[in-house]
């Protein structure tokens, strides 16, 4: 009992789910908590009845899972408590008087509240629960709303609701779903309210990926936000536990935030990569008036500014004002030194500016015997230009890929600018 009560006084002061066994290791009994070291501690420190005394009595060792929130507990616990049928949870197992959450059989089904779930025995399959807080129920049906969002209206109406205007409800009502969509949504929300989500996030990114091959782009941002929330309830847990629910690396088995794959996945598609451009080298020049001219570089790792590989160069073979060679000064001296330290090399190279940049860095590039994918994007029109294309490329403003250069194209700009700045300012204050 002393190394059980050791155990109890580290629990997290978060919300999750207790889980109480034997001595041989039997799950006895499950519980949600707002703070799950208050509530535990409290079996062992309080007047209990005899019922849970001779609960406690058998009590040997306890498991904890984290949760976000209390809401999500309470999933947890009913997911868990229908899986395990614990000894103590009788409550929760033969109580009809408790919330369900009912999934309709229908081919639109709605997702609701319900009080008493009929057909017990026979009909077990669209409903979850019993919830024991109601107003978690509801916060948690809130939270399922947003993230898939269902159909709750009783009657199909003629036109959509607010909940569509919302983006709470795909509105089958008015077509703009169809019944095979709809019911893959019902299949998400059922791996939700069974904590499986693991194999949620793989059908997800599954999905994610087949929509971005497909050019399917709001469809593709539709999954990513859906990954993100899942991802953000995963990531917001106070700690891990032996036995925590995890979700796998949103993307392929890349452990990255998921808000930019699509934009890394598009831009990968549109150079001809043979793999995504996960890390991405940005260049620029900044030359005022011809006076204290310096070059920048940017890292993005993954979609995201990687501000710790970024790199600042003052000019030093190049006296003139000409951008081409001190780019091509910039470039040669970059990839120089990750050859003699025998660095890694970026998935791709982008330059700030037009088809000359473009070809005086690939120039240098080959000078120093390395071949990587190279493009530059140009400030005014945005054209792009890629290695080996004789014509440049115009894209929509909001292509995927555009968006991500230009990130790292404007990134690249500030930065050059800033050091360039900095420069003057020591130049001026030594006068």
């Known amino acids: 009992m002393s190394k059980l009560k050791e155990k109890v006084n580290t629990l997290s002061e978060g919300p999750g789910v207790y889980i109480y066994k034997d001595a041989q290791g039997k799950i006895i009994y499950i519980g949600k908590a707002k703070s799950l070291k208050k509530r535990v501690q409290s079996y062992f420190s309080r007047y209990l009845d005899a019922k849970t005394q001779a609960m406690v009595s058998k009590i040997a060792d306890l498991e904890y899972k984290l949760t976000p929130t209390e809401a999500?507990?309470?999933?947890?616990?009913?997911?868990?408590?229908?899986?395990?049928?614990?000894?103590?949870?009788?409550?929760?197992?033969?109580?009809?008087?408790?919330?369900?959450?009912?999934?309709?059989?229908?081919?639109?089904?709605?997702?609701?509240?319900?009080r008493r779930r009929k057909n017990l025995k026979n009909n077990i399959s669209g409903y979850y629960g019993p919830y024991t807080n109601v107003k978690l129920l509801r916060q948690a049906i809130k939270l399922i709303r947003k993230v898939f969002g269902f159909r709750s209206c009783k009657k199909m109406p003629k036109q959509a609701c607010l909940y569509y205007r919302?983006?709470?409800?795909?509105?089958?009502?008015?077509?703009?779903?169809?019944?095979?969509?709809?019911?893959?949504?019902?299949?998400?929300?059922?791996?939700?309210?069974?904590?499986?989500y693991e194999e949620l996030v793989n059908k997800l990114s599954s999905a994610l990926k087949t929509a971005v091959m497909q050019l399917k782009f709001e469809e593709a941002a539709k999954i990513r936000d859906q990954i993100n929330s899942l991802s953000a309830i995963a990531q917001n847990l106070p700690?891990?536990?032996?036995?925590?629910?995890?979700?796998?690396?949103?993307?392929?088995?890349?452990?990255?935030?998921?808000?930019?794959?699509?934009?890394?996945?598009?831009?990968?598609?549109?150079?001809?990569?043979?793999?995504?451009?996960?890390?991405?080298?940005?260049?620029?020049?900044?030359?005022?008036?011809?006076?204290?001219a310096t070059g920048a570089m940017v890292s993005f790792y993954k979609g995201f500014p990687d501000k710790n590989n970024y790199r600042r160069f003052r000019i030093k073979t190049v006296e003139k004002i000409d951008d081409y060679q001190m780019l091509r000064e910039v470039v040669h001296r970059r990839y120089l030194r990750l050859k003699e330290e025998k660095?890694?090399?970026?998935?791709?190279?982008?330059?700030?500016?037009?088809?000359?940049?473009?070809?005086?860095?690939?120039?240098?590039?080959?000078?120093?015997?390395?071949?990587?994918?190279?493009?530059?994007?140009?400030?005014?029109?945005e054209n792009i230009y890629i290695k080996g294309r004789p014509q440049p490329i115009n894209l929509s403003r909001d292509i995927p890929a555009l968006k991500l250069m230009r990130r790292v194209r404007d990134e690249a700009h500030r930065f050059a600018q800033k050091y360039h700045h900095l420069l003057h300012k020591k130049k001026i204050l030594k006068e």
Do not use: T
């Open 72 to 114: 999500q507990a309470q999933i947890l616990e009913a997911a868990l408590v229908k899986e395990k049928q614990p000894q103590y949870n009788i409550d929760l197992k033969d109580d009809k008087s408790f919330p369900w959450i009912r999934i309709s059989d229908e081919e639109f089904p709605i997702v609701s509240i319900y």
């Open 166 to 196: 919302l983006k709470l409800c795909p509105a089958p009502c008015v077509q703009k779903i169809g019944a095979r969509k709809y019911q893959e949504i019902i299949r998400h929300i059922r791996l939700f309210l069974e904590f499986r």
């Open 239 to 292: 700690e891990k536990s032996a036995g925590s629910p995890s979700l796998p690396q949103c993307f392929g088995g890349l452990a990255m935030p998921c808000g930019d794959i699509v934009e890394i996945e598009d831009l990968k598609n549109l150079i001809g990569l043979n793999r995504l451009p996960l890390r991405i080298e940005g260049f620029d020049i900044s030359n005022i008036s011809g006076k204290d």
């Open 343 to 381: 660095l890694s090399l970026p998935d791709l190279i982008l330059i700030d500016g037009g088809k000359q940049h473009l070809l005086a860095a690939q120039d240098e590039l080959k000078k120093l015997e390395i071949d990587l994918p190279i493009v530059s994007i140009a400030k005014e029109e």
